[in-house]
Structure formats: C-alpha cells, structure tokens
C-alpha cells in the first residue's frame, strides 16, 4: 500500500541543514493500523507529510497503491490525495467561517450532503450540523475532522497527533472511530508521542532523529 | 461546495477586510465618475464663460470695410441671411455654434446704441450641441447696463422701437465694454427695426479645437469657408481661441495627473488588504491544499473575491460620485449645472466592468502568493 525506499527529507533552517528523515524504508499493507511513535522533532509530521504528497523528499522513492506520487504532477497529486488519502490533524483544522457539514463538504470533490450527514451521525454529531467550529468542543471538532477525512472514503487515513488536544475521554472516542475504520478495511498511519494509542495498533514504528530505530 | 458559496460564506465571515476592500474600489470609482460627470459641466462651463471674451471665429461681408470693422467691431455691410444655410450644411467642418447677427448703430430715445439681433443659434450637421449663446425671443429685447441706466428702463417694461412694441427680457449686467451700449433681440426684429430685411451683417462661430499645435487654423478655416462662401472674409480672435484651448487642456491635465494618483493609491490598498486577506486564511489555504483543492480552485478563491469586490465597490462608487457631482456640481458650474450634471449611464457600464478587472489585477500577486503556500509549511506551522 505504502512503501518509502530509503527516503530522506532535509530542511534549510537558519543556514543550517536539518534532516528530517533519513534514509527512511518501510512497508505499509492495506488494512494495517500503523502507530507511528516518537518524540517532538522526531520526524513524525515530516513522515506523514511526505507519504500525503505534500513534500517532496530529498532522496529516495515514495510509492502509495503503487504509484510513485511525486512523479505526477502537482494538480494529478493534488487529485490523488484527493480521492485516496485522508487527513486529520491534532489542531483539528476547520474552517472557522464553515459550518460542520460544510467543513465535512469541503473534501475535494465532494458533493455528498446526505453522505456528510450520515457520516456525521455516525460519529454523533447529528444535533450539530449547523453549527459553526466556534461552537464547538475538541472532540467534537476532531470527530468533524474525521468525518472530513473519511468522506471520500480514502484508502489511507493519515493522522497527526489526533488525540493530541483531547482529554483522554475524547481521545478514545477519535480512536475508536478510526479504529472502526480500519476495522471496515482502511489503512490507519497515526502519528503520536503517547501510548495510549499503541493498543489499537497492528504495528508500531518509532522515529528519534529521522530515523526508524524500531 | 461551489467556490462561489465559499467565497461569499468567506465574506460574511471578514466582513471588515470586505468592506475596506469595497471601501478602496468605490472611493477610486468615486471620484473618477465624480470628476468624469463633472468634466462635462466644466468644459460647458468653460465655453459658457469664454462667451464673455465673444465667439473667436468671424464671418463678414467680403466687400466690408477692414478697419472699420477692427475698429468698431461692426461690419460696415451686410450679406444674404442664407449665407447661413450654407455655411450650416457642411460636413467635415471645424467650427461650429453658427450665430448669424445683424449689427447698426441705431438712434433710440435720444441715445445712441447697437442693435444687435441674433438669430436661433445652429450647428452642422452631426454637430448639435446645446446652444452657448442668447435665445432671444422675437418681441423681447435685452438691453445692455447703460442704455437700461441712462433710460431708465427695467425689466418686464413695454417699450417702442422704431414703431415696434418690445418687452425688456432682460437688463443685463454691466460689463464695461460695448456690450454696455448695446441692445439685443431677435434677428426678424433687427431685420425689421433697421429695415434690412433678409440680411446679416456678420456670421459668428466657434472652431472646434481640434487642431494640433503645427496646424494654422487660419488658414483651414479660410479655405474652408472659401469653398462655400467665396464672398466672405475670414477673422480668427486668436487670444480667444487660444484662452478656450488652454482652459480645456488645462481641465484634461487635470483629470490626467488625479486619475493615475487615485487609481495607484486605490490600487495599492486593494492590493494589501489582498495580502492582509490571505495572510489571514493561510491555515485554511493549507488545509484545502491537504484535502486535495488544486492551485486554480485557491486562486479562483481570491480572484473571485477580488471581483466580487470591484463589482460592489463599483456599484457603490457610482452612486456615490454621481450623488457627489449632482450634490456639489451646482456649487461650482453656476450656470451650466442643470443642463449638464445628469447621472452618466455609460460610466456605471464602465464602472462594473473596469472596477471588477481592475480590483482582480490588484490581487493577482496575493492570490499567486496564497497558490504557491506549501500547504506542509502551513500546516506544520500552526
């Protein structure tokens, strides 16, 4: 599903040269819950990033459902990560002028009223539709976030941090939704510093300075 | 979700930034349609004004007296009245505002004055324009400062002349020049009072300032007129002409120099209000870069927004530079504002269309700065 050939990302950061990830290999079947773990500056975000087509690696060749992304070209990428990835962030990222439905809508192509809506409910926020983000709680906006992330149903959900902001109550219901997710045959790569997280996983990949040390 | 319902949600959402945006757009629209519509009624007004000074191009009688004329102003002959006719029936011609008047000195009540009776002004064909000079009614007589003094005479009073009956229209103003000693009325009553019947003594017009500075307008206008009436002599008031030119060039000076300004200024503040608009939407360019949105869809966004803008903005500023023209125009064009302050229908057309291109091409740059945000950068920055 996923595969990194010796993948390395560096960053210009004050005249100084930062290596992200390096010469990162992995292997990621479909249907795995992969829990990527480590501390900050580790390169988990970076990691994420790159297997969503979103930065260009350095070195090495990066391959999702057997496609090498970064040899298309950015609006075909765009289009790719559009119909096979997922997204969802620890700082939930809605569009504060956007009411839920239309924060679950805005996922590129869509134009599923009744699919937001159902999905929504699914994650029991059906007295919330038009609510703004604002009127929101944490959990309540990274469950938005999911259901933006599953509604083109992706292949791949990709999630940074999702639990991140949420007391561990919320964070076991994001988890568990992703978890019925996968449980449905998706692929689930979570990044995160916690434990919490490693018992709904197939496999668990540690990070410390760029590199897999585990 | 259309990008057109993300726009406007976005819209009500920074309704500050839209408004000052709005705001920029109808104050360059503003005062453009203001000084556009006022441009009108004060190059009328310049004409009106320069009437005082007398019409610069002089037709009279070939076999009149030169100096007599430069002397007193008043030919010593007088031509057919249909000289007119012919003068009036040409096209291609650079004069224009015919005024045929018969002038004699003329004794009246003991005074020695200057019948002066001017017929209905005309134009070529092609050229109508509202008329600059007097429209005297037959039967009515406007009498100059010093004949009305001397005589006594006012303004609604019946009087004789040469045993026909007028009504004084109006005592003119004094002017300090022979216009003072003059009595105006209808050419058919001039013709009538100085028993000339058919004839004028001086066709006056006014070139139409459209020569360029190597043309000798003279010349042109001569062999112009030649070529109809071969009977006639030319005379151009070149100091008059000359004061006409400048004025109006001076009004499009004017217009030249504060238009450039007001659009650069507008310019500018559309454009950073652009860039303090996407500055501000950097997380949401990120997230929709993430979710997939392409680079047209972001730029659509902005450029969307931008057009929105210059159309509200257009929209406002025309109503608000028209208002500012009928409101204040008066004021400044006391004689010509209500012939010529009207609302310009062809400015609000421009308006919406200039305003709207105008608006996306100062935030253009912002817009290809929000295309080209790494949505990695972004995201990882919040």
Known sequence: ?214 | MTSLRLIFKEIRHRTTNFLLSVLAVAVAVALLVAFMTAAGAAEREAARLMLSLGYNLHIIPGDSDIGQFLLTGIPDKTMPEEYLDKLTGQNQVTYNHLLASLQRKFSWQGMDVIVTGLAPEVCPPGEKKTPIGFQIRQGDLYVGYQVASRLELHEGQTVQMANKTFRIARCLAESGGIDDVRVQCHLRDAQDVLNLPGQISEIRAVDCLCFVPTDDPVSILRQQIAAVLPQVKVFHTRAIASIRAKTRQMIGSLFAVAAPLVIAVCGVWIGVQAMLNVRARRQEIGIMRALGHSSTRIAVLFLGKALIVGLVGATAGFLLGTALALELGPAVFKITAQQTLRPQAYLFGLSVVVAPVFAGLCSFIPAMIAVGYDPAVTLRDQ
Do not use: W
């Open chain 1, 1 to 214: 599903m996923v595969t990194l050939e010796s993948v390395t990302k560096t960053y210009r950061a004050a005249a100084r040269q930062v290596t992200a990830l390096s010469k990162v290999s992995l292997e990621i079947e479909r249907g795995e819950f992969v829990v990527v773990c480590g501390p900050s500056g580790s390169g988990k975000t970076t990691l994420l990033m790159t297997i969503a087509g979103m930065l260009r690696p350095t070195q090495g060749r990066l391959c999702v459902d057997h496609k090498d992304i970064y040899a298309l070209s950015i609006r075909e990428r765009a289009r790719f990560r559009a119909q096979n990835i997922g997204f969802v962030f620890q700082m939930f990222h809605l569009v504060p002028y956007l009411n839920v439905v239309e924060n679950v809508l805005l996922a590129e192509g869509s134009d599923q009223t009744a699919g937001a809506k159902e999905l929504l409910r699914q994650l029991g926020l059906a007295d919330r539709f038009s609510h703004n983000s604002s009127q929101l709680s944490a959990g309540e906006k990274q469950r938005v976030a999911i259901a933006r992330a599953l509604l083109n149903q992706p292949k791949i959900v990709l999630a940074d941090e999702p639990t991140g902001n949420l007391d561990s109550e919320n964070a076991s219901v994001v988890l568990s939704h992703l978890s019925d997710y996968h449980r449905a045959g998706g692929t689930v790569i979570l990044a995160t510093h916690g434990d919490q997280v490693r018992q709904y996983a197939n496999r668990t990949i540690s990070l410390r300075d760029g590199l897999v040390t585990g």
